[in-house]
């Protein structure tokens, strides 16, 4: 039997700081997001609340064989102006939108990592759906339609989900817990809860959290034609004229970091992260629950210390699915019984499709930039409210006067995260 | 109605059901076999397997007994050059959630 060799780290690891858990706010100081409302965080708030809507005729080259042609695709991007060529060789199309964001986040929060220990206080945590799947479907093509009989040698660290986590933590030379979450589209809302709580609870002192998804793979793109939930119309949330969801690719990264640590430093701070509510179904792979999404909403509230009526925007997971908006808003009221009528709900997918395991990340950037901004951005393309959504939808761009929104995101396989952000003034 | 359709279709659903074809008949209704959404997914790509034929969106979600199906199914399979176009670029009506 060989002697157990003594594990390396155990010689350098140092007792922990006990950490006031609730001493410990979190705040947002930095945001990067590329998707099809703009390849930056300035090109995006400018669209989302003028109502622009990023969703086009799709282009890829198969589009003849699909039943739905819309898409809302990145557009104006090349990959070349952001990465040299021996680096792209490594990145996946959803890597690069994650590493694109993440250096806007940094850069946007003017963090600089300066030692060692920063880097090692620092988590990255991202989400994804279905990880590299424009590179999966090369794959395909290049086994399947054009015989080969080799793949590329790096289609494996490509494809694989926590690419974005490992390429941003080279890049910055984090060291921190990192991890990526794949809990399809609420993948990236869990990645920033869980960035929040080890934020919160004294395990890492900042965190880069998002996610990123590039699902206009054609395999990827007719499994979703076979699911029929995809719309050949546009994307109409909660309207009675509403046929599906359109399908977008992105990615989001947030920089969130103690409160102690932005005012130190003089950061400017767009939000407080408060709260985080986490669910699971138990029901079904594909049909949402009620209880369940209500379960993560009332957690969230709890989580954050507030109560319903201190809620003042929503911005809806409002995928267009018959399904998810009649749960959805069931689920809203279930929370927020009679103040349900005075809270503007939007959902954002309307202009940036829904980016799956993306979308909790852009989505929470809308929600974070409509605290900011003091501005409910609209659930564009909505005709007229389904009497089953009984909801305060906000169909045109508004100023409000409000001081905490909540984003929702609610997975296939009953998987649900919500999170919620406090104005800073 | 096209008697062979109607006995392929008639197949196709009992097998799926693992049921006696003798227990599906036109007028069963889709409800009666207890099939939920995803059940009704499945059957639908049987169906379009076994015909070779592309169901649209909106009629898929919209038959209600196995005699609807038969006839639509036989209304694909009569060649309708409009129809399989139809298909092709139908609004779909979305039925899961997320």
Same mark, same amino acid.
Not at chain 1, 35 to 45: I, K, M, P, T, V
Not at chain 1, 179 to 191: L, P
Not at chain 2, 23 to 47: A, C, R, W, Y
Not at chain 2, 61 to 89: C, F, N, P, Q, Y
């Given at each position: 039997m060989q002697p157990r060799r003594k594990p390396l780290l155990t010689q350098t690891r140092r007792r922990r700081k006990v950490v006031n858990m609730s001493s410990r706010r979190v705040v947002v100081t930095g945001i990067g997001v590329i998707s099809a409302l703009g390849n930056n965080r300035q090109q995006f708030e400018k669209a989302v609340f003028s109502g622009e809507?990023?969703?086009?005729?799709? =282009?890829?080259?198969?589009? @003849?064989? !699909?039943r739905f042609k819309k898409g809302a695709q990145v557009s104006n991007f090349q990959p070349p102006d952001h990465f040299e060529e021996r680096h792209l060789m490594l990145l996946e199309r959803f890597t690069q939108f994650a590493l694109i964001a993440a250096r806007e986040a940094v850069e946007d929060s003017k963090?600089?990592?300066? =030692?060692d220990k920063e880097r090692r206080r620092t988590s990255v945590i991202t989400g994804t759906g279905a990880g590299g799947q424009t590179e999966q479907d090369q794959v395909y093509k290049d086994l399947y339609? !054009? *015989?080969? =009989?080799r793949l590329h040698p790096l289609t494996v660290p490509r494809v694989m989900s926590n690419a974005p986590t490992s390429h941003i933590s080279m890049e910055f030379g984090i060291t921190g817990p990192s991890y990526a979450i794949t809990t399809a589209c609420s993948s990236s809302s869990h990645a920033i809860g869980q960035a929040f709580w080890a934020i919160r609870s004294g395990m890492v002192d900042r965190a880069i959290a998002g996610g990123s998804e590039t699902p206009f793979g054609f395999a990827n793109l007719k499994a979703w034609e076979g699911m029929?939930?995809?719309? =050949? *119309?546009e994307c109409r949330?909660?309207?009675?004229d509403r046929t599906g969801m359109i399908l977008g690719e992105g990615g989001a990264m947030l920089l969130l970091e103690t409160e102690e640590s932005a005012l130190l430093r003089g950061a400017e701070i767009y939000a407080e992260i408060a709260g985080c509510g986490m669910s699971a179904d138990?029901?079904?792979?594909?049909q949402p629950s009620e209880i369940g999404a209500a379960n993560a909403m009332n957690d969230a509230l709890e989580d954050a210390g507030?109560?319903?009526?201190?809620?003042?925007?929503i911005n809806a997971h409002?995928?267009?699915t018959l399904a998810n908006d009649v749960m959805e808003a069931n689920a809203i009221r279930n929370v927020f019984g009679k103040h349900t009528d005075k809270i503007p709900v939007s959902s954002t997918k309307a202009m940036? $499709?829904?980016? !799956? $395991?993306?979308a909790g990340a852009i989505e929470a950037v809308a929600t974070i930039l409509a605290l900011k901004n003091q501005v409910i951005p609209a659930n564009i393309n909505?005709?007229?409210? *389904?009497? @089953?959504?009984r909801l305060n939808i906000a169909d045109k761009p508004i100023d409000h006067d409000f001081e905490a929104a909540m984003s929702n995101s609610f997975a296939f396989g009953g998987l649900n995260g919500v999170l919620i952000f406090k104005r800073r003034k | 109605m096209n008697s062979d359709t109607a006995q392929r279709t008639i197949a196709v659903i009992a097998k799926f059901k693992n049921?006696?074809?003798?227990?599906?008949? /036109?007028?069963?209704? /889709?409800?009666d076999l207890e099939m939920d959404s995803l059940d009704g997914l499945n059957l639908i790509f049987e169906l379009e397997e076994e015909f070779d034929i592309l169901i649209p969106d909106d009629k898929a979600l919209t038959m209600k007994s196995v005699g609807e199906m038969v006839e639509g199914i036989d209304h694909l399979r009569s060649g309708d050059a409009a129809a399989a176009e139809t298909s092709a670029d139908s609004d779909p009506a979305p039925a899961e959630g997320s």
């Amino acid at each position: 039997m060989q002697p157990r060799r003594k594990p390396l780290l155990t010689q350098t690891r140092r007792r922990r700081k006990v950490v006031n858990m609730s001493s410990r706010r979190v705040v947002v100081t930095g945001i990067g997001v590329i998707s099809a409302l703009g390849n930056n965080r300035q090109q995006f708030e400018k669209a989302v609340f003028s109502g622009e809507s990023g969703i086009k005729r799709l =282009n890829i080259p198969e589009i @003849d064989r !699909l039943r739905f042609k819309k898409g809302a695709q990145v557009s104006n991007f090349q990959p070349p102006d952001h990465f040299e060529e021996r680096h792209l060789m490594l990145l996946e199309r959803f890597t690069q939108f994650a590493l694109i964001a993440a250096r806007e986040a940094v850069e946007d929060s003017k963090f600089q990592f300066s =030692n060692d220990k920063e880097r090692r206080r620092t988590s990255v945590i991202t989400g994804t759906g279905a990880g590299g799947q424009t590179e999966q479907d090369q794959v395909y093509k290049d086994l399947y339609k !054009l *015989d080969k =009989n080799r793949l590329h040698p790096l289609t494996v660290p490509r494809v694989m989900s926590n690419a974005p986590t490992s390429h941003i933590s080279m890049e910055f030379g984090i060291t921190g817990p990192s991890y990526a979450i794949t809990t399809a589209c609420s993948s990236s809302s869990h990645a920033i809860g869980q960035a929040f709580w080890a934020i919160r609870s004294g395990m890492v002192d900042r965190a880069i959290a998002g996610g990123s998804e590039t699902p206009f793979g054609f395999a990827n793109l007719k499994a979703w034609e076979g699911m029929r939930v995809v719309s =050949n *119309d546009e994307c109409r949330p909660f309207s009675k004229d509403r046929t599906g969801m359109i399908l977008g690719e992105g990615g989001a990264m947030l920089l969130l970091e103690t409160e102690e640590s932005a005012l130190l430093r003089g950061a400017e701070i767009y939000a407080e992260i408060a709260g985080c509510g986490m669910s699971a179904d138990a029901f079904h792979i594909t049909q949402p629950s009620e209880i369940g999404a209500a379960n993560a909403m009332n957690d969230a509230l709890e989580d954050a210390g507030i109560t319903p009526e201190a809620v003042g925007y929503i911005n809806a997971h409002g995928t267009a699915t018959l399904a998810n908006d009649v749960m959805e808003a069931n689920a809203i009221r279930n929370v927020f019984g009679k103040h349900t009528d005075k809270i503007p709900v939007s959902s954002t997918k309307a202009m940036h $499709g829904h980016t !799956l $395991g993306a979308a909790g990340a852009i989505e929470a950037v809308a929600t974070i930039l409509a605290l900011k901004n003091q501005v409910i951005p609209a659930n564009i393309n909505f005709s007229e409210l *389904d009497p @089953d959504c009984r909801l305060n939808i906000a169909d045109k761009p508004i100023d409000h006067d409000f001081e905490a929104a909540m984003s929702n995101s609610f997975a296939f396989g009953g998987l649900n995260g919500v999170l919620i952000f406090k104005r800073r003034k | 109605m096209n008697s062979d359709t109607a006995q392929r279709t008639i197949a196709v659903i009992a097998k799926f059901k693992n049921m006696p074809e003798d227990q599906v008949t /036109l007028e069963t209704q /889709l409800k009666d076999l207890e099939m939920d959404s995803l059940d009704g997914l499945n059957l639908i790509f049987e169906l379009e397997e076994e015909f070779d034929i592309l169901i649209p969106d909106d009629k898929a979600l919209t038959m209600k007994s196995v005699g609807e199906m038969v006839e639509g199914i036989d209304h694909l399979r009569s060649g309708d050059a409009a129809a399989a176009e139809t298909s092709a670029d139908s609004d779909p009506a979305p039925a899961e959630g997320s």
